[in-house]
């Protein structure tokens, strides 16, 4: 599809790209940069790229370029980048929110270059260059959000690359974007980095204790607060409004569910349990998850 694909950040998504670049062949060469000199050289040696010196140097005569660092460096890179980008080219990313990387990105980016902001909506806890696979996308959704008066034809190319890459597409209003991602993904992550930190900090509880008890339920809190923390300090600092709006609607049906503890009022306990469960099938049914027990893990792991 393309001669030449320049990858910015080779973490979890950037070094899974690479590798469904090169599984679908979607391009001649694969260009790769990092900022960390120590990424930049394992992902040398995990043949991930051609990796290059610096980020102007990575994007010169890129046909799409795709940045995959953490949100808060893009105005950064948009800037160093900026006056390589090949006329033509696509520009675009992987981040977690939109409205801001439009307003980060936009500005810097030379007319005939199409900036279509992007997000595959699928990772682990893992990162680095060493946790990436090509089958990472695939059966996931990836939401592209372009701006007014985007280009369709470069939209539509950039829609094709990511089905390339195992992908289910939509096109998406960043705004609209974001607020769904607070909601299924964000907030998911701020509740389970704290209380995470809440069962650590408790006086009463050791931190060996809350290890050797740790039931299925908090172990898999752990497993999402094992995530990059810098990705998703920088997601919560540009996303900020939309994971504030469904925070407090969280913190209102919370205060709810206290009183209906507090009060023993079982029929409300139990009306939202059975709903909640008709929506973790749902999410089953559509191929969204495992139904099988535990998640389909290999539950020998767990003894």
Aim: aromatic letters at 6%; proline letters at 5%; glycine letters at 8%.
């Amino acid at each position: 599809m393309f001669e030449r694909i320049a990858l910015i950040g080779l973490g979890l998504i950037g070094s899974s790209l690479a590798h469904a670049i090169k599984r679908e062949r979607l391009a001649e060469t694969i260009a790769g940069y990092d900022a960390s000199e120590a990424v930049r050289k394992r992902a040398a040696e995990l043949e991930l790229a051609a990796i290059a010196p610096t980020a102007a140097d990575v994007v010169k005569g890129a046909d799409l370029v795709i940045l995959c660092s953490p949100v808060g460096s893009y105005k950064d890179v948009a800037a160093a980048i900026a006056p390589h980008l090949k006329p033509g080219a696509i520009l675009s990313d992987v981040g977690s929110v939109k409205s801001a990387v439009l307003k980060d990105v936009s500005p810097f980016v030379p007319k005939g270059v199409h900036f279509l902001p992007a997000h595959p909506i699928a990772g682990t806890e893992q990162s680095g260059p060493d946790a990436g696979f090509p089958s990472l996308f695939d059966h996931r959704w990836c939401i592209i959000t372009p701006p007014p008066g985007a280009d369709a034809d470069a939209v539509a190319k950039l829609k094709q690359f990511w089905e390339r890459c195992g992908s289910q597409v939509e096109v998406m209003e960043a705004g609209h974007h974001d607020l769904v991602l607070a909601m299924t993904s964000h907030v998911p992550h701020l509740i389970a980095y704290n209380i995470v930190g809440t069962a650590h900090d408790l006086e009463k509880v050791a931190e060996t204790e809350v290890i050797k008890f740790s039931a299925g339920g908090f172990r898999d809190f752990t497993r999402i607060a094992a995530s990059d923390p810098t990705m998703w300090r920088d997601v919560f600092l540009n996303n900020r409004d939309a994971v504030l709006e469904v925070l407090g609607r969280f913190n209102e049906d919370l205060s709810l569910l206290q009183r209906a503890v507090r009060d023993g009022n079982g029929q409300m306990l139990f009306d939202l349990f059975t709903r909640t469960r008709a929506i973790r099938r749902s999410i089953v049914d559509i191929g969204q998850d495992s139904a099988a027990p535990n998640f389909g893990r290999d539950q020998s792991k767990d003894q």
